[in-house]
């Protein structure tokens, strides 16, 4: 089974501060995603990346970055936080493109 | 209009009927079509996937692909009260990336 994994299920920060989510995948998956998910406003999609070292802005990437340095593992960073982006954040893999995606467990991520 | 729109729910069955679960999309493009399922406070776990026209069955689920209409949907036969969760649509479109839908929540009552 793939095996998506995020390095925290809890994390909360201050405002202002930089804050690293973690993201590994065990299943050599060429495709690595980061979306977050909120009440009423469905999953939104922040980056992705198709290669190393490669990215791509999705839908909502302001006050976000992302870094692939390896392929197994796919790192999104805020910059400085805000209270706005306490959210539920689920990082994702998949073989390819247009392939079906698998999903960590979820950071739920608190700003103050 | 969204990109990918679900009925907005919720939907609620019996134990035992038919839940039929119906999403529609606006790009003519799209060629991946997946349902995930999620569970209150877990993360989307993939239960269908489906790229070409027609049926496609899987145990108690069948996903239909309509292309010309732009419709994907699901059906969850012999409905069990474990079934009850939110289901995301989601559509791989020209762009390159998924787009989900907001997902309808479905309640199978014992």
């Known amino acids: 089974d793939v095996k998506v994994t995020q390095s925290s299920r809890y994390l909360v920060k201050r405002t202002g501060e930089k804050v690293f989510l973690e993201c590994v995948q065990d299943m050599d998956h060429e495709n690595m995603f980061w979306y977050r998910q909120d009440p009423g406003l469905g999953l939104r999609l922040i980056y992705f990346?198709?290669?190393?070292?490669?990215?791509e802005k999705g839908d909502i990437p302001e006050g976000y970055s992302v870094s692939r340095e390896k392929k197994e593992r796919f790192s999104l960073i805020l910059e400085s936080a805000s209270t706005n982006q306490t959210s539920m954040y689920l990082c994702a893999s998949s073989p390819g493109q247009g392939q079906p995606q698998h999903f960590g467990d979820g950071t739920r991520l608190s700003i103050l | 209009q969204k990109e990918v729109e679900q009925n907005s729910g919720p939907l609620s069955v019996p134990e035992g009927a038919i839940a039929s679960l119906n999403c529609t999309y606006s790009d003519r493009g799209s060629q991946s079509f997946f349902w995930y399922r999620q569970y209150s406070g877990k993360s989307p776990e993939l239960i269908m996937f489906i790229y070409s026209n027609g049926d496609k069955e899987d145990g108690r689920f069948t996903a239909q692909l309509n292309k010309a209409s732009q419709y994907v949907s699901l059906l969850i036969r012999d409905s069990q009260p474990s079934d009850s969760a939110t289901y995301l649509c989601a559509v791989w479109g020209n762009a390159g990336k998924s787009t989900f839908g907001d997902g309808t929540t479905l309640t199978v009552k014992p």
């Open positions: 990346s198709y290669d190393v070292k490669m990215k």
